[in-house]
């Protein structure tokens, strides 16, 4: 607990780490999206903590085997069933850097080329929700 503290305090304290935790998520969120992925939420509500995206609409992804591929490529990502559409969730906090959400970025490219994904982009009623949610 105190070596914890001891790497909080020369992080910066919740300043400095939550600045992380945010560039995590704007590196993961600008690639994720040149994919084709989309957050469920509009940017201004975005977590520096956890982001949920979007199932693609491609009839070729399944989030079961998403799961497993990126899982081989080392990294554990969560479903979104929490909400009324497919979603999944990646988190930005822990031991990672700006450096480490690249690389998931480039996992999920790879997984998707893998899965034989053409498109990332979501089906279109969920924007349209995720329109009138931010309405």
Same mark, same amino acid.
């Given at each position: !607990?105190? /070596?914890?503290? @001891? $790497?909080?305090?020369?992080?910066?304290?919740?300043?400095?780490?939550? =600045?992380?935790?945010?560039?995590?998520?704007?590196?993961?969120?600008?690639?994720?999206?040149?994919?084709?992925?989309?957050?469920?939420?509009?940017?201004?509500?975005?977590?520096?903590?956890?982001?949920?995206?979007?199932?693609?609409?491609?009839?070729?992804?399944?989030?079961?085997? !998403?799961? /497993?591929?990126? @899982? $081989?490529?080392?990294?554990?990502?969560?479903?979104?069933?929490?909400? =009324?559409?497919?979603?999944?969730?990646?988190?930005?906090?822990?031991?990672?850097?700006?450096?480490?959400?690249?690389?998931?970025?480039?996992?999920?490219?790879?997984?998707?080329?893998?899965?034989?994904?053409?498109?990332?982009?979501?089906?279109?009623?969920?924007?349209?929700?995720?329109?009138?949610?931010?309405?």
């Amino acid at each position: !607990f105190l /070596e914890a503290l @001891k $790497a909080h305090e020369a992080e910066g304290g919740v300043a400095g780490r939550g =600045a992380r935790y945010a560039r995590n998520r704007d590196v993961l969120v600008a690639g994720m999206r040149e994919l084709g992925f989309e957050t469920l939420l509009a940017s201004r509500w975005l977590s520096p903590i956890i982001v949920t995206f979007f199932c693609p609409a491609d009839e070729n992804f399944v989030f079961s085997r !998403f799961y /497993e591929l990126m @899982k $081989a490529k080392g990294f554990i990502i969560y479903p979104g069933k929490l909400t =009324a559409v497919d979603s999944f969730r990646i988190g930005c906090i822990g031991q990672m850097d700006e450096h480490v959400m690249r690389r998931v970025v480039t996992a999920s490219k790879e997984t998707l080329a893998e899965m034989g994904v053409v498109s990332a982009a979501p089906p279109a009623a969920a924007l349209e929700e995720r329109a009138k949610l931010a309405a």
